[in-house]
């Protein structure tokens, strides 16, 4: 009975094409359509840009945000107003805010 020709000694890396005995470890995929492998040293390469990923994401935020000077001017500002504050302070203020509406 002829067996499928499954040649099991060529198995290689489907990401870089290193052959089984060149690379620590070959994993196969789950499904045979088609068949896919990947090595050790691809699931390393896979899981350092995962990891660029999550800190690349991070300094995103903050670009709508004020700048924290401006946060810090206006603070100081808004402390003076609680006092009795003369009318060209009050203009200062004004248009501190007026920039960031
Ligand atoms: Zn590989």
Same mark, same amino acid.
């Given at each position: 009975?002829? /067996?499928?020709?499954?040649?099991?000694? +060529? @198995? $290689? &890396?489907?990401?870089?094409? /290193?052959?089984?005995?060149?690379?620590?470890?070959?994993?196969? +995929?789950?499904?045979?359509?088609?068949? $896919? %492998?990947? &090595?050790?040293? &691809?699931?390393?390469?896979?899981? +350092?840009?995962?990891?660029?990923?999550?800190? &690349?994401?991070? #300094?995103?935020?903050?670009?709508?945000?004020?700048? #924290?000077?401006?946060?810090?001017?206006?603070?100081?500002?808004?402390?003076?107003?609680? %006092?009795?504050?003369?009318? +060209?302070?009050?203009?200062?203020? $004004? /248009?501190? @805010?007026?920039? @960031?509406?």
């Amino acid at each position: 009975m002829s /067996k499928r020709a499954q040649s099991d000694n +060529s @198995l $290689a &890396c489907s990401f870089c094409h /290193k052959h089984q005995d060149v690379v620590g470890k070959l994993i196969s +995929s789950p499904s045979d359509y088609p068949r $896919a %492998y990947i &090595c050790d040293e &691809c699931i390393a390469v896979c899981n +350092s840009i995962l990891e660029d990923d999550k800190t &690349c994401n991070k #300094p995103e935020t903050g670009s709508v945000e004020p700048s #924290p000077e401006m946060i810090q001017v206006i603070r100081e500002e808004l402390r003076l107003l609680l %006092y009795d504050i003369p009318d +060209s302070d009050i203009k200062i203020v $004004a /248009k501190i @805010l007026h920039a @960031l509406v």
